[in-house]
């Protein structure tokens, strides 16, 4: 009896920590009615479902599913990462960014969210708080050829065209893999700056 209990609560935990791996809310949903496992376990089942109402664009759903999360388990900085997200789709970008502050408190050496409030502040206009957060996010993760694009474009908004280059080159010159987007892109915008570049003439002889 104890071995078999065991495997029901192993099995319950597994369908707890995973369910929003599954494309079903439902199975979520069955998990936060009937399982026996409360607590700050359950914010998981939450989370799987916050994180399938985010893939399928329900911000509103994902938001209040990740609002049960975190008051049940507030110390999980995926949480707010995740609540994040979802504000920022929605628009709630104060919101999204005062998230941002909060998963970066509980995980200060994660590089992503940093980028991403970074996004969140351009949107909002604050280009010098942006390029902050990029740069420290540049810092933790040199190799994320996204976020060096990202400043990049900041800079080149703030009409700083010398220092977008450099991001530019940068993004461009780390290696491929998953950042062939990010590459690509910084490609373009230095041919763009270089097209905007005035031709040089030289001296006629005397």
Known sequence: MLIVLCVLVGLSTHMV???????????????????????????FAY??????????????????DFD???????????????????RRQNGE?????????????????LAAPYHQRGLALVAMGDLDRAILSYSTAVRLDPSDAQARLDRGLAFLA??????????????????????????????AKLAELASAEPTRVSAPPR
């Open 17 to 43: 920590v995973n369910c929003g791996d599954e494309d079903d809310p439902d199975i979520c949903s069955a998990v936060i009615g009937f399982s026996p496992l409360r607590g700050s376990l359950i914010a």
């Open 47 to 64: 989370e799987g479902r916050g994180r399938i109402a985010l893939r399928h664009g329900d911000f509103g759903r994902a938001i209040a």
């Open 68 to 86: 049960e999360a975190i008051h049940l388990n507030p110390n999980r900085a995926s949480l707010y990462r995740e609540r994040a997200l979802a």
């Open 93 to 109: 970008l104060e919101g999204a960014i005062a998230d941002y502050d909060e998963a970066i408190a509980h995980d200060p050496k």
């Open 158 to 187: 703030r009409g700083q065209a010398d220092d977008a280059r450099a991001d530019f080159e940068a993004a461009l010159a780390l290696p491929a893999g998953k950042s062939g987007g990010a590459r690509e892109a910084a490609r």
